[in-house]
């Protein structure tokens, strides 16, 4: 599976902002999809994950209430919408791919990752 991140830029905080992550592949309806963040000098974070049906999700608290992720297996692509972004959501946003059953956060349990996508709120 390849996975290509976009949809990233710069944005107003308060504003919204639409990641895409568009994967290769037949077996894309199998994986559960997660999304990472990375901010400079800090280690990679866990943002949100979605099953491999779309029917649950599970996000870091801090994006609880503004983030949504979903996807659509017909289009092989999962989506990361930031609603009213703050600037401590700054950072290179990963989607990824993981084989694993249930929520999974730990990025370990991810196989395959996209190439990122930056993120710049301005306040």
């Known amino acids: 599976v390849q996975l290509q991140a976009s949809g990233g830029g710069l944005v107003q905080a308060g504003d919204s902002l639409r990641l895409s992550c568009a994967a290769s592949?037949?077996?894309?309806?199998?994986?559960?999809m997660g999304w990472f963040r990375q901010a400079p000098g800090k280690e990679r974070e866990f943002v949100a994950v979605?099953?491999?049906?779309?029917?649950?999700?599970y996000y870091v608290d801090s994006v609880k209430g503004r983030f949504t992720i979903s996807r659509d297996n017909a289009k092989n692509t999962v989506y990361l919408q930031m609603n009213s972004p703050k600037p401590e959501d700054t950072a290179v946003y990963y989607c990824?791919?993981?084989?694993?059953?249930?929520?999974?956060?730990?990025?370990?349990?991810?196989?395959?990752w996209g190439q990122g996508t930056q993120v710049t709120v301005s306040s």
């Open positions: 990824a791919a993981s084989r694993t059953y249930g929520v999974v956060t730990s990025p370990s349990n991810y196989v395959y």
């Open positions: 592949g037949r077996t894309f309806g199998t994986y559960a």
């Open positions: 979605i099953n491999w049906s779309g029917s649950v999700t």
